[in-house]
Each structure stands twice: as C-alpha cells, then as structure tokens.
C-alpha cells in the first residue's frame, strides 16, 4: 500500500512541474454544450486532475462507509461477510 502512495505523490509532482512549466502556453478554449471558456493551460490541467480526484472520492467514500457499517457489526473475530473463525484449542 505504501508503494501506492509513493507511485501517487510522484505522479501529482510531475503533473505539477509539467503544468508549471507550460503557464506560458496560449491560453485554452474549453467547450462544453452551451457553455464556452477561455483560461491557461495551466488551470485547465489542474482542473481535470482536480475533478478526477473528485469524482474518485465521490465512488470510493461510500464503499469504505458501507464497510466500515458492516465490519461494526460483526461479532469479534469473524471475517466480513463470512461464518465465524473457527480457533483450535493451543493456538493463539
């Protein structure tokens, strides 16, 4: 899990510097239905990024909710979503 989190911190870096280094670039017409915006390049990145972590949170918070209710209320030691573990008697 923590190779995850060191793939992600080096891929929002990146992600910074290649849009840190196009700010000089000509500024971007975004286009959608009816709607028509002009900004940088840079914001416009930014914003997609942004709106991807979003929407990523947006499906993820309620399965780890969900989760989080069912594993409350199981009894101690059973696995979620399973019978109880069965200890043998001498082990711990």
């Known amino acids: 899990?923590?190779?995850f989190y060191w793939l992600v911190f080096l891929m929002a870096i990146g992600i910074a510097i290649f849009a840190v280094q196009n700010?000089?670039?000509q500024p971007v017409v975004v286009k959608f239905l009816i709607w028509k915006f002009e900004t940088s390049l840079v914001y416009t990145i930014l914003g997609?990024?942004?709106s991807g972590i979003l929407l990523s949170l947006l499906f993820w918070i309620p399965k780890v909710v969900?989760?989080?209710f069912q594993?409350?209320?199981q009894p101690p030691g059973t696995p979620l979503g399973g019978p109880p573990l069965k200890v043998?008697?001498?082990r711990e």
């Open 48 to 50: 997609s990024i942004l």
């Open 66 to 68: 969900r989760t989080s």
């Open 1 to 3: 899990m923590q190779f």
């Open 23 to 25: 700010s000089s670039a």
């Open 88 to 90: 043998e008697e001498g």
């Open 71 to 73: 594993k409350g209320k």
